[in-house]
């Protein structure tokens, strides 16, 4: 009975500094794992940078919130940014890249430039935006945001059969735009 006691005192003391040890370790162990969080989502909200050939010896890093809207016109597909940025040899500085191929489609190029569909949404036959620089309002897509560049489309009208689809993607990056915020504002 007394061998029983004195390891019941004893697991009970072990048991006592574990919990003593969690209480002051859990702060920091929170915090880490917010950081973590906090690291995933801007990750996951700013992607790193796609490589476009546009021909054979001209090459472009885009970063996804770089992208404003893309215009397809047939063949041509003009990608208009918000900086400018200049091709991987550093030479050519440009706010508007144009991918000329027939096999280059919505369908292909889209999952290209965003790997997750968390940003780009084709709104029109011929356009796709960037929802986190476009509002909708009365099936018109108005842009929301000053830039450098001096092409701006200041209006795009959505084709009701991708009204949906917006709103979706919309509101999911809203989600994670906010999401990221609320973690980045408690560290």
Same mark, same amino acid.
């Given at each position: ?26 702060? $920091?162990?929170?915090? *880490? ?6 690291? *995933? ?16 010896? *001209? ?29 991987? *040899? ?40 960037? $929802? ?5 309002? &009365? ?45 980045? &504002?408690?560290?």
């Amino acid at each position: 009975m007394i061998n029983s006691n004195k390891l019941l005192k004893a697991r009970n003391n072990f048991l006592l500094d574990e919990i003593q040890y969690l209480n002051e370790t859990f702060e $920091v162990r929170f915090f *880490e794992a917010i950081d973590a969080i906090r690291k *995933e989502y801007y990750t996951f909200l700013n992607p790193k940078p796609e490589r476009i050939s546009i021909s054979k010896t *001209e090459q472009y890093d885009i970063r996804l919130m770089n992208i404003l809207w893309i215009e397809s016109d047939g063949r041509l597909k003009k990608i208009y940014l918000k900086r400018k940025i200049a091709n991987t *040899e550093g030479k050519h500085l440009t706010d508007r890249i144009t991918i000329n191929d027939d096999n280059v489609t919505y369908k292909t190029l889209l999952p290209l430039l965003d790997k997750l569909g968390n940003h780009l949404v084709q709104v029109h036959r011929t356009y796709a935006v960037n $929802v986190a620089y476009f509002t909708l309002e &009365h099936k018109i897509l108005d842009l929301k945001l000053k830039t450098e560049i001096s092409h701006i489309k200041p209006s795009i009208k959505i084709s009701k059969s991708f009204i949906g689809q917006y709103k979706t993607i919309k509101e999911r990056f809203c989600y994670f735009r906010s999401f990221h915020k609320k973690l980045s &504002h408690s560290n």
